[in-house]
């Protein structure tokens, strides 16, 4: 079945009022916990990695805005690091 106690989420869309959001939550087996934020709420993107290192790519910010960043998660510094902009 694999580890079900560590998984990492990292932006998306939450129903109205919230829209697109920015949140990077942890998943510590138990609840999730929110651990940083993107630099952009963002949704329709690409993502991957683990619960200790991923990246997330690009995506759409309703209503008109497209997210060209990508940005690196490192949970060492519980931060998210911007490493291109298109």
Do not use: C, Q
Not at 3 to 29: C, I, K
Not at 50 to 57: D, E, L, Q, R
Not at 66 to 76: D, Q
Request: glycine letters at 10%.
């Amino acid at each position: 079945m694999g580890d079900t106690t560590a998984a990492l989420f990292a932006g998306g869309y939450r129903n109205p009022p919230a829209g697109s959001v920015a949140n990077a939550e942890d998943w510590n087996g138990a609840s999730w916990v929110e651990v940083a934020d993107l630099s952009a709420a963002r949704e329709n993107h690409t993502a991957a990695g683990t619960s200790t290192a991923g990246f997330v790519i690009s995506g759409n910010s309703p209503p008109d805005s497209r997210v060209t960043s990508t940005e690196e998660w490192s949970s060492s510094t519980n931060s998210t690091k911007t490493i291109d902009t298109d």
